[in-house]
């Protein structure tokens, strides 16, 4: 039998459930692949081994993820425990309370096995801005594996965890899931709480599963998700239940539009792209070609929000109730503060913050009138696979780059997926199907016909 | 808004504002950076926004109160356990008023 590590979270739930083995060997197979594999991978900034088989030893059989290892990305606070958003100033930062999305998993019968290494603050699509080295990618090690959350994507991509938690502003969940072969899916805005996790954008963040399935996804968002008193931005709307039942996709209408296949994407990305839309075509639905916003105009917006809300909440560290002094901040932080301090600041706020809320509201309404035509709105997730190690050095545009074709629906607060859909030259590639606000089980059902229909989730990097 | 290039002195009001000292030989390579970034989200301004409202919150979510009811806190020393300098039970800060 191969190690327990390998298996996806249903099939880890069903086997401790019906007792094939036991939560400590499944913890144990994990920390034993982490062992093996973190001195070339850095996916990890934090274990906690002993913690979790002395969890293991008693778990609660009636609950929904009973003993089941899970990573979470290093920007939530967990009581007690180190909580640095993989940057200097935080190294020495312990969390005083838990954040809602870990509260819910522990009391769903979860056992955190540590904290996965990121993009310092989450200032970043390729985990190099982290202080602490950056993550590997595990189909290949001189590549990088996307961020902000490219230690989790890595970690679920090399079975060291079952299933992991992510954040997502634009783009942090569905990229590095899609650099690294694995499932990623952003909420709705508002679906699940911010309460206790490091904050990058307010407006924006997203926490979110990473997994190996569709399924697993599900999963996991039906146990996060729900209105949190502490989360004044949390929806009212009581936690889903998603029944992934959908056998076609017939009477659906689904958009490509053409501007997520611009002349400078990698060809044969457009081509798996274009291949998926066929799949999804023989599965019933309809595929139309959407004439949307140009997505420049969305990481403008994006940049000018993104770097404002950025410069306000990293406005208290101060040095005073926690962590160390603002001279302790990397260089992408420093530009993202300075950059985001001009944009707030007298003489320029209605010029660059006011103007991109306005251009937001334009996104905002394209959408509206993409989803009067279509039910779902497709496209690359990425306009390339895994870039080198390296690649993000100095650019100071990188991640807004890199995230081109996942900022229009963030600033839209909508849901997205990304799952695997093929491989360039040993590289997997993400899909990524959007929908409307608070159709995550629209999105997850088109997902999950799209693996049950293909074989791209099954392939594993040789490691 | 004039040119988008950043100046040397707008640097300094920047870095003043945001509390961060910008150290001199990092300053020629921010300044590039920034004007740069600066350059790009320009094209914003080509974006006819008249009658357009902004948007600031997308999930339309307003005035979102809870109930006044005194709930759990932080005690004072687990307030206190992360901060670098104490005195008393308080943080301890610099003085921000000369003598």
Redesign the interface.
């Known amino acids: 039998m191969s190690s327990l590590n390998q298996l996806t979270l249903t099939q880890a739930v069903d086997g401790i459930k019906s007792k094939k083995f036991s939560a400590s060997e499944l913890v144990q197979d994990c920390f034993d692949r982490i062992k093996k594999l973190e001195p070339h991978l850095n996916a990890f900034i934090s274990l906690d081994k002993t913690t979790a088989l002395a969890k293991a030893q008693k778990i609660d059989f009636d609950k929904p993820l009973a003993g089941i290892p899970i990573a979470v990305k290093d920007n939530f606070c967990i009581k007690g425990i180190k909580t640095t958003a993989s940057s200097n100033l935080l190294k020495n930062?312990?969390a005083?309370?838990t954040a809602t999305v870990v509260s819910k998993l522990e009391d769903a019968g979860a056992i955190i096995i540590g904290k996965n290494n990121m993009d310092a603050w989450a200032h970043g699509s390729s985990t190099e801005t982290s202080d602490f080295g950056p993550s590997k990618n595990p189909w290949n090690f001189d590549y990088l594996p996307g961020g902000s959350s490219g230690g989790s994507a890595a970690a679920i991509a090399a079975d060291e965890a079952i299933a992991a938690i992510g954040t997502e502003t634009a783009g942090s969940i569905r990229q590095p899931s899609a650099w690294c072969g694995v499932v990623g899916l952003k909420p709705?805005?508002?679906r699940v709480s911010r309460y206790g996790i490091i904050a990058m954008a307010s407006?924006m963040d997203c926490p979110g599963p990473i997994t190996k399935t569709v399924d697993d996804a599900a999963l996991i968002l039906s146990l996060i998700s729900g209105h949190d008193?502490h989360d004044?931005?949390s929806?009212?709307q009581k936690s889903l239940n998603l029944n992934l039942s959908k056998k076609d996709l017939k009477g659906l209408k689904i958009g490509l539009p053409k501007a997520y296949l611009p002349d400078n994407i990698h060809p044969a990305v457009k081509d798996l792209i274009l291949q998926a839309a066929q799949t999804l075509k023989s599965l019933g639905a309809q595929i139309i070609d959407l004439d949307v916003l140009d997505p420049?105009?969305s990481?403008?917006?994006y940049?000018?929000l993104q770097?404002s809300e950025v410069?306000s909440n990293l406005?208290r560290y101060?040095?005073?109730?926690?962590?160390?002094p603002?001279?302790e901040?990397g260089?992408e932080a420093?530009?993202r503060?300075?950059?985001g301090?001009?944009?707030l600041?007298s003489g320029?706020y209605d010029?660059?913050y006011?103007?991109?809320?306005?251009?937001?509201?334009?996104i905002?309404n394209d959408f509206e009138h993409q989803f009067n035509q279509v039910d779902a709105i497709i496209g690359p997730t990425s306009p390339t696979t895994a870039l080198p190690v390296g690649s993000s050095k100095?650019e100071?545009?990188f991640g807004e780059m890199a995230d081109l074709l996942v900022e229009p629906s963030t600033?839209?607060?909508l849901p997205g997926i990304s799952l695997p859909c093929g491989f360039v030259d040993g590289l997997p590639v993400g899909l990524q199907i959007i929908t409307p606000?608070l159709r995550e089980d629209l999105a997850l059902n088109i997902a999950h016909l799209f693996e049950s229909n293909t074989d791209f989730h099954l392939q594993k990097p040789k490691l | 808004m004039s040119s988008t290039k950043i100046s040397p002195e707008q640097l300094k009001h920047i870095a003043n504002l945001a509390r961060l000292e910008i150290k001199a030989d990092k300053q020629n390579l921010l300044i590039k950076q920034l004007s740069q970034t600066a350059e790009y989200i320009d094209i914003l301004s080509q974006v006819d926004t008249k009658n357009i409202a902004p948007t600031y919150q997308v999930n339309h979510l307003k005035n979102v109160c809870r109930k006044d009811e005194v709930g759990q806190s932080l005690s004072q020393s687990e307030a206190l356990s992360q901060a670098p300098k104490t005195h008393n039970g308080y943080f301890q800060t610099q003085a921000t008023i000369k003598k």
Not at chain 1, 354 to 362: D, E, G, I, S
């Open positions: 930062y312990t005083q309370y709705t805005y508002g407006s008193i004044a931005t929806l009212p420049q105009l990481v403008a917006a940049t000018v770097r410069s406005g101060t040095g005073i109730r926690y962590g160390g603002r001279s901040f260089d420093v530009r503060i300075m950059l301090t001009h944009t600041s320029y010029a660059y006011l103007q991109a809320q306005k251009v937001r509201t334009l905002i100095g100071s545009m600033l839209a607060g606000q």
